[in-house]
C-alpha cells in the first residue's frame, strides 16, 4: 500500500519559515520524481517545486529564492524548506510522488497558513 505522509505545516506570520516532509512508502522511492503542489482556497492546485532521484530540482517563480526542495533517498523523504513566508502562500500543501513506469500517488496535504 502506498502512503505518502505530509507533515511541518502551520501556523506563522509573515516572514517565517515551515520545514514541510513528505514521508514516502509502499514505493521503490528513486524511482519516482518527488514534488510539493499547493492549491489555496478557490484556486486550482499549482506545481511549487519538483526534485529528481538525481537531486535536479524546479521551483515555481512564485517561490524562487525562498523555497528549497530536497530529498533523502536513505529516507525515503522528500523536503520543502519554506522561508520569507508571505500571506500568499497560505495553502494546502500536497506532495506527490510520479513516475511515467508506476503511477501517480498523493499525498493527503498539511496546511500552511502564513498571518499578516
Known amino acids: 500500500q502506498v502512503q505518502l505522509v505530509e507533515s511541518g505545516g502551520g501556523l506563522v506570520q509573515r516572514g517565517g519559515f515551515l520545514r514541510l516532509s513528505c514521508a514516502a512508502s509502499g514505493i521503490t522511492f528513486h524511482d519516482y520524481i518527488m514534488a510539493w503542489y499547493r492549491q489555496a482556497p478557490g484556486k486550482q492546485r499549482e506545481l511549487v517545486a519538483n526534485?529528481?532521484?538525481?537531486?535536479?530540482?524546479n521551483l515555481a517563480d512564485s517561490v524562487k529564492g525562498r523555497f528549497t526542495i530536497s530529498r533523502d533517498n536513505a529516507k525515503n523523504t522528500v523536503y520543502l524548506q519554506m522561508e520569507s513566508l508571505e500571506p500568499e502562500d497560505t495553502a494546502l500543501y500536497y506532495c506527490?510522488?510520479?513516475?511515467?513506469?508506476?503511477?501517480?500517488?498523493w499525498g493527503q496535504g498539511t496546511q500552511v497558513t502564513v498571518s499578516s
Open positions: 526534485i529528481t532521484f538525481a537531486t535536479n530540482s
Open positions: 506527490k510522488a510520479e513516475s511515467i513506469w508506476r503511477g501517480t500517488f
